[in-house]
């Protein structure tokens, strides 16, 4: 087991499920002693700086899949917007203000199992454009396979994003339309063309300290490159209105497991920060995160880009 007093070794390639589960039962001051070796553990692998990434809600609303934490679910009941796929201007309105704070990834997200063909396409010229602007462009769009993903990445995707959302054990839990497989097969598709890939989950959902690590070693295996952390945000008409929110510093311990378990990969911080993490926002970077989504999510509000900023100024962070 690492200690905060060492050095990180060279060959250190994260800790066990074992050690994992440890410590994962620290509770109080104990989880702030786990930050001094998560620091470091950024530190070495990822170096001293803040990995900025965006997104535009391209098309939102109506999607046939009934993840219970969605707003967008047709089978749930909400106030989320609807609308068809939104003009390349529009896409590239949206890039141009995430560009100006500093984000080097900019991702194109729509609701739906998968885009149509003709959505398709016009995505492909959306990503060239993205390319001409100097962003590294990101993709969200579904259950894709590698003619649909080999289309994207002809057109200058460099990373696409597919979440797994929890363990396969708890995945029945909150979505029946598809399966964890489903997902995997996506990923596969994705690393199979030498795609960047980017795949997290979402937390608070009802899942277990063993499904929390049951899917981050999940992701070890896939080898993905990026690891978005989510926290539930409660939507009224959805199945899951009702559950609150984590505790801050059990959403804190959650991005320092991640951080021990993928040393080398990004963790980045996503929906739900503002509302989970409150006045510990800064900490995420001493937990081990090096990346965060700047701006708003998808149907719920993000802190101010600025405030973001001057936080990763205020601790030390190069963007």
Same mark, same amino acid.
């Given at each position: 087991?690492?200690? #905060?007093?060492?050095?990180?070794?060279?060959?250190?390639?994260?800790?066990?499920?074992?050690?994992?589960?440890?410590?994962?039962?620290?509770?109080?001051?104990?989880?702030?002693?786990?930050?001094?070796?998560?620091?470091?553990?950024?530190?070495?692998?990822?170096?001293?700086?803040?990995?900025?990434?965006?997104?535009?809600?391209?098309?939102?609303?109506?999607? &046939?899949?009934?993840?219970?934490f969605?707003?967008q679910? =047709?089978?749930?009941?909400?106030?989320?917007?609807?609308?068809?796929?939104?003009?390349?201007?529009?896409?590239?309105? =949206?890039?141009?203000?995430?560009?100006?704070?500093?984000?080097?990834?900019?991702?194109?997200?729509?609701?739906?199992?998968?885009?149509?063909?003709?959505?398709?396409?016009?995505?492909?010229?959306?990503?060239?454009?993205?390319?001409?602007?100097?962003?590294?462009?990101?993709?969200?769009l579904?259950?894709?396979?590698?003619?649909?993903?080999?289309?994207?990445?002809? =057109?200058?995707?460099?990373?696409?994003?597919?979440?797994?959302?929890t363990?396969?054990?708890?995945? #029945?839990?909150?979505?029946?339309?598809?399966?964890f497989?489903?997902?995997?097969?996506?990923?596969?598709?994705?690393?199979?063309?030498?795609?960047?890939?980017?795949?997290?989950?979402?937390?608070?959902?009802?899942?277990?300290?063993e499904?929390r690590?049951?899917?981050?070693?999940?992701?070890?295996?896939i080898?993905v490159?990026?690891? &978005?952390?989510?926290?539930?945000?409660p939507?009224?008409?959805? &199945?899951?209105?009702?559950?609150?929110?984590?505790? &801050?510093?059990?959403?804190?311990?959650?991005?320092?497991?991640?951080?021990?378990?993928?040393?080398?990969?990004?963790?980045r911080?996503?929906?739900?920060?503002?509302?989970t993490?409150?006045?510990l926002?800064?900490?995420?970077?001493?937990?081990?995160?090096?990346?965060?989504?700047?701006?708003?999510?998808?149907?719920?509000?993000?802190?101010?880009?600025?405030?973001?900023?001057?936080m990763?100024?205020?601790?030390?962070?190069?963007?």
């Open positions: 087991m690492l200690h #905060s007093g060492h050095g990180i070794p060279n060959n250190y390639l994260g800790i066990d499920e074992f050690t994992a589960i440890s410590l994962s039962r620290r509770k109080g001051a104990a989880v702030f002693d786990l930050f001094a070796l998560t620091n470091k553990v950024r530190e070495k692998f990822r170096g001293n700086r803040a990995d900025l990434c965006s997104i535009v809600n391209a098309k939102s609303g109506a999607c &046939p899949e009934d993840c219970s969605c707003a679910s =047709a089978y749930s009941k909400t106030d989320a917007d609807v609308y068809q796929l939104l003009n390349k201007e529009e896409i590239i309105k =949206a890039a141009l203000s995430a560009k100006k704070y500093g984000v080097k990834r900019f991702c194109i997200v729509t609701s739906g199992k998968q885009p149509s063909n003709k959505e398709l396409h016009e995505i492909c010229n959306f990503i060239s454009e993205l390319r001409t602007l100097g962003l590294l462009p990101c993709a969200t579904g259950m894709l396979d590698a003619d649909q993903l080999k289309k994207l990445k002809d =057109a200058g995707l460099n990373r696409y994003h597919h979440n797994l959302e363990s396969e054990n708890f995945f #029945s839990e909150i979505c029946t339309t598809h399966t497989q489903d997902k995997i097969k996506t990923i596969e598709a994705a690393r199979s063309l030498d795609l960047s890939v980017c795949s997290g989950g979402i937390f608070g959902l009802g899942e277990s300290w499904d690590i049951e899917m981050a070693f999940a992701l070890k295996k080898g490159n990026s690891v &978005p952390l989510n926290f539930f945000t939507v009224t008409g959805t &199945p899951l209105e009702k559950r609150e929110v984590l505790d &801050p510093l059990e959403a804190l311990k959650i991005i320092a497991i991640y951080r021990l378990i993928l040393p080398e990969c990004e963790i911080v996503c929906g739900g920060r503002p509302g993490l409150r006045d926002n800064s900490l995420i970077f001493t937990a081990g995160a090096d990346g965060l989504l700047l701006g708003n999510y998808l149907t719920t509000q993000g802190r101010n880009p600025e405030d973001d900023l001057q990763i100024q205020d601790m030390g962070l190069e963007i």
